[in-house]
């Protein structure tokens, strides 16, 4: 029987590119979505049309009741589950700290932070060994912006991800004695739609010329580490983090 994966902020980007290549390497794969039912409708036709096997569930990951029927959902319809990647984020508007709202600060943390515990939360209680499960694997989807701060623009994105990276870290060391492993890719400038909900679709052109290697990712580039951190190539691998930033 295949592992299932479940990905969050699955229907489009690198959750798309991430969860078509995993079912690839044989995973099925439980998209989670939280309005784009028809991308993620088409994300999951796609892997069907290859041979895999997938389903969309609508998720807000910062809903406990959400994420919870999220993970029965996937276990119910396509076996137990062997892994887990935290994807789904949002960010806003460029803003400077000062201008940032309190409504704001509680959306962004809510979804890109608690909804990542609550993901990993549940994934640990169904794969850990001592648990009854049989181990699995969680990648974590943080940003390069948590190491740069992203000043004038959204140091509260890039505060949500440093959460993300020390959940990473404590979560890989408690759970690394019941077979699961937990890895972080930082993606850099990388072609996505998350852009636009900024404010600036062409961010990635702007800033290109600042990346080392002149040019910004493709969502398939990040979904290559990602599906090897789940894998068993990367058996020896937890708490630790991939680059996928052209050297920024």
């Known amino acids: 029987m295949a592992k299932t994966l479940v990905i969050t902020g699955g229907s489009r980007g690198i959750g798309a590119a ?55 959902t996937a276990a119910r319809s396509l076996g137990p589950i062997g892994g887990l990647v935290n994807n789904a984020a949002m960010i806003a508007p460029h803003s400077r700290v000062e201008e940032i709202s309190h409504a704001r600060l509680q959306r962004l943390f809510a979804v890109n932070a608690i909804g990542p515990f609550l993901c990993s939360r549940e994934a640990v209680r169904r794969m850990s060994t001592r648990r009854g499960g049989t181990g699995g694997a969680i990648v974590n989807v943080s940003s390069s912006s948590a190491r740069m701060g992203s000043p004038n623009e959204y140091v509260d994105y890039a505060a949500t991800k440093g959460a993300l990276e020390t959940l990473t870290i404590g979560l890989a060391k408690e759970v690394a004695r019941d077979g699961i492993r937990v890895n972080g890719v930082r993606p850099g400038h990388i072609y996505t739609d998350i852009h636009a909900s900024g404010g600036e679709p062409g961010r990635v052109d702007r800033l290109k010329d600042t990346i080392p290697m002149g040019r910004g990712g493709q969502p398939d580039e990040v979904a290559e580490a990602i599906v090897w951190l789940l894998s068993d190539k990367a058996s020896f691998a937890t708490g630790g983090f991939i680059n996928v930033n052209g050297g920024k």
């Open 18 to 72: 991430t969860a078509k290549l995993a079912a690839q390497h044989g995973f099925a794969v439980c998209i989670a979505y939280r309005s784009d039912a028809q991308a993620a409708a088409r994300v999951v036709a796609d892997i069907e049309a290859t041979g895999g096997n997938a389903i969309a569930v609508m998720t807000d990951v910062s809903k406990e009741e959400d994420v919870i029927a999220l993970f029965d």
